[in-house]
C-alpha cells in the first residue's frame, strides 16, 4: 500500500486546511487510516483515524472538536480536515494505514502497518 498525503501549507492562526491522502496498490487489505503529526524535536504523536468499513473515528484530545477526519472510500483517500488552527498544530502531518481496527490501540505508532510521506503544517500567530 503507498499513501500519498498533500494539503499542507501555512496559515495564521485561527485558519483551516485540509490535508488530503490517497492510498494505492493493495487497498482492499486496509481497514484503518489515520494521521499522525511530529514537531521538531518532538515524538510523533497521534491525531485521528477511521475504521474503513464502519466509519469509527479516533481522535486526540488536543484536536477533538478543531479537526475532523473523514473518508472517501471510492476515492480510497482519507482527509484530515483542520479548523481553528493554532500554533501549536505545527508539524509535519503523516498519514498511515492500517491492516486491522482495534479501537483506542490506534493511538500507538507501532499499530500502522504503512506510511506516507509528510505534508507541513505551519501555524502562525
Known amino acids: 500500500v503507498q499513501l500519498q498525503a498533500s494539503g499542507g501549507g501555512m496559515v495564521q492562526a485561527g485558519g483551516s486546511l485540509r490535508l488530503s491522502c490517497a492510498a494505492s496498490?493493495?487497498?482492499?487489505?486496509?481497514?484503518?487510516m489515520g494521521w499522525f503529526r511530529q514537531a521538531p524535536g518532538e515524538e510523533r504523536e497521534f491525531v485521528a483515524a477511521?475504521?474503513?468499513?464502519?466509519?469509527?473515528?479516533l481522535y486526540a484530545d488536543s484536536v477533538q472538536g478543531r479537526f475532523t477526519i473523514s473518508r472517501d472510500n471510492g476515492r480510497n483517500s482519507v482527509y484530515l480536515q483542520m479548523d481553528n488552527l493554532e500554533p501549536e498544530d505545527t508539524a509535519v502531518y503523516y498519514c498511515?494505514?492500517?491492516?486491522?481496527?482495534?479501537?483506542?490501540?490506534?493511538?500507538?505508532?507501532?499499530?500502522?502497518?504503512?506510511w506516507g510521506q509528510g505534508t507541513l503544517v505551519t501555524v502562525s500567530s
Open positions: 498511515a494505514a492500517g491492516l486491522k481496527w482495534a479501537g483506542t490501540y490506534a493511538r500507538g505508532v507501532d499499530y500502522w502497518d504503512y
Open positions: 496498490g493493495r487497498f482492499f487489505t486496509v481497514n484503518a
Open positions: 477511521v475504521a474503513w468499513s464502519r466509519g469509527d473515528t
